[in-house]
């Protein structure tokens, strides 16, 4: 063996297994606490983008099955909610970009279930299930980062900073998209003639 | 701007809020742990062919990179150090400066010539040149300068005294 293969050799050498266990089991407790932790903000997240609850649901799964494969990096992170939420972003984007459509089995029964508690009856329900069915398609018309961050904004746990970190930019680049898609999303409104 | 928004503000918030607080169906998270769980079982029970790189420490895959990378720039380096050979068999003598005997430098190797014994006088087609009076320190264009035809210039300058 040479001393290049001998140096090589050394340098590849796996860590110890009793090591590698203990880092195992201390990995899955880690990972299973992440999900007790994140895995419905994670879904909300999801959910904003493909609005079909067994798709938001796949993706979370996605999410963590990454994090298991890439599990020797978890003592890298620093904060577990802002990469988790940007791997399960960059996975609902992706499936969104291969399917080239916009969700065409979105599914009104997924809106009716998530309404706030106390509407008055399930005609009304309905009605305002389908009306934000139209506003959420158009605001998948606006441009891609207003589109972006208002939908991120929507997810209640995820804070302005967090949004920033997720889209790789500043706070008040985040604000100034939001407001932009807010006034975008009003003209449409306008446009597409729903009643005020 | 902000009554522009005002109309339309509750619904869009409300539209956002319907889709940014959905509930997941219930037992997701015992889904996610039994998948996970069957995905780890799969996992050691057939390990990734790549598993001896993903084992390795964590410094061995940048100092593999440098090598690979030293390597290949060696390979390319004695490739084109070779190739040169053999474009250019054998030795071509390099070619030799003779420089004489006098003259200034490299200027009279490649021209050589006398230095010349007197000043160079204009020729009669040169443009002509300002002259310097001492008590007009200011230049002037000498009367008889030699004009080459068809340019403007101005007319030679007398003193009125």
Request: glycine share 6%; net charge positive.
């Amino acid at each position: 063996m040479s001393c290049l293969e001998t140096q090589l050799a050394g340098w590849a050498a796996p860590a110890p297994v009793a090591n590698a266990l203990e880092t195992n089991e201390s990995t899955s407790q880690t990972i299973a606490a992440l999900v007790a932790e994140y895995s419905t903000a994670l879904y909300r997240v999801a959910f904003s983008v493909t609005r079909n609850a067994a798709e938001a649901e796949d993706a979370v799964q996605e999410t963590f099955l990454r994090v298991l494969k890439h599990q020797a990096r978890l003592g890298e992170i620093r904060d577990y909610r802002v990469w988790l939420v940007r791997i399960v972003w960059n996975i609902v984007l992706d499936r969104k970009r291969r399917a080239k459509t916009r969700p065409e089995n979105e599914d009104l029964a997924d809106h009716a279930r998530v309404l706030p508690s106390g509407e008055p009856g399930a005609d009304q329900t309905a009605i305002s299930s389908q009306e934000y069915a139209r506003i959420l398609a158009l605001v998948d018309r606006l441009p891609r980062r207003e589109r972006e961050a208002i939908l991120l904004s929507a997810v209640e746990e995820l804070t302005t900073a967090e949004i920033a970190s997720v889209l790789a930019t500043t706070e008040s680049s985040i604000r100034s998209r939001i407001f932009r898609a807010r006034r975008e999303l009003s003209a449409l409104l306008e446009k597409e003639g729903i009643s005020r | 701007m902000n009554a522009e928004l005002e109309p339309w503000k509750e619904r869009i918030d409300a539209a956002l809020r319907s889709a940014g607080s959905a509930d997941p169906a219930p037992g997701l998270e015992g889904r996610i742990l039994t998948r996970l769980a069957a995905e780890r079982a799969a996992m050691e029970a057939h390990p990734a062919r790549m598993g001896w790189f993903a084992r390795m420490p964590r410094y061995s895959a940048p100092v593999l990179g440098v090598a690979t990378a030293s390597l290949v720039c060696a390979v390319i380096i004695v490739g084109s150090v070779d190739h040169s050979r053999v474009r250019h068999p054998g030795h071509v003598a390099p070619p030799v400066l003779v420089l004489p005997g006098h003259g200034l430098g490299a200027a009279s190797a490649v021209h050589p010539a006398e230095p010349a014994t007197a000043p160079v006088a204009a020729g009669p087609a040169s443009r002509g040149r300002s002259v310097r009076h001492f008590s007009h320190p200011r230049a002037r264009i000498a009367p008889n300068a030699k004009k080459a035809t068809g340019v403007a210039v101005p007319a030679p300058t007398t003193n009125p005294q």
